[in-house]
């Protein structure tokens, strides 16, 4: 079957850097996706990683290691907004997108 | 929402009754998706579509049924609605999907069956 892991529920300081990992088991790999999503609202576009190493957009990086199944988006210089749920999202084999069930990032003033 | 929208925003159905989702994009995409979102899961793909006149089941496409006549609109009904039905489904739209797809959502409908 596919799986794709992400912890729950994290908790960070304003100004801090948190760092949130996906672990992914799927039929084929043709990229990694990390979308944000704010409570009652869509899921909006952060990242696509597909060769392996650092992209870096700002205050936010992903990484990705193809032969570990592994990612991880790094949040730096963390702010109130920054409170959301981030999602995990692989493209298997077929081109469908694979959904992990997201990880609640709260953070504290 | 990269011009995604959908109606209604938000419904209360009865068990058994019916009705029609709309997911409308006023650009030129040729791929849309509809999926739906509960509590501790992660998103769920009910029907997809390719191109107009083109549709596909999904993970998850029991009780669902779509309609993709206009390459702008992609409808997803319920036929006949059950409480295993209340959640949030979202419309999304794919920019280049054979390389680095990036899928864009509409704002979502929230159902509630009763």
């Known amino acids: 079957g596919q799986n794709i892991d992400q912890p729950t529920e994290m908790t960070a300081t304003e100004g801090a850097i948190v760092q949130i990992n996906c672990t992914y088991q799927t039929s084929g790999f043709n990229g990694l996706f990390w979308y944000q999503q704010h409570a009652g609202e869509a899921p909006t576009f952060l990242s696509y990683?597909?060769l392996d190493g650092l992209e870096e957009k700002g205050r936010f990086s992903s990484f990705l290691s193809r032969s570990k199944g592994y990612s991880y988006l790094l949040l730096k210089e963390l702010q109130m907004k920054d409170s959301a749920s981030y999602l995990c999202?692989?493209?298997?084999?077929?081109?469908?997108?694979?959904w992990g069930a997201g990880t609640k990032l709260i953070i504290k003033p | 929402n990269a011009g995604v929208t959908q109606t209604p925003k938000f419904r209360v159905l009865k068990t058994g009754q019916s009705m029609t989702l709309l997911c409308a994009q006023d650009m030129n995409h040729e791929y849309m998706y509809w999926y739906r979102q509960d509590p501790g899961m992660g998103l769920r793909l009910i029907h997809y579509s390719v191109g107009e006149g083109t549709t596909a089941k999904g993970e998850v496409p029991d009780g669902y049924n779509v309609s993709r006549l206009k390459k702008q609109n992609f409808l997803l009904g319920l036929e006949s609605a059950a409480p295993s039905q209340t959640s949030v489904y979202f419309c999304?739209?794919?920019?280049?999907?054979?390389?680095?797809?990036?899928?864009?959502f509409g704002p979502g409908t929230r159902l509630l069956v009763l």
């Open positions: 990683n597909v």
């Open positions: 999304a739209i794919a920019v280049d999907p054979e390389g680095g797809e990036t899928q864009y």
């Open positions: 999202a692989v493209v298997d084999s077929n081109y469908q997108l694979i």
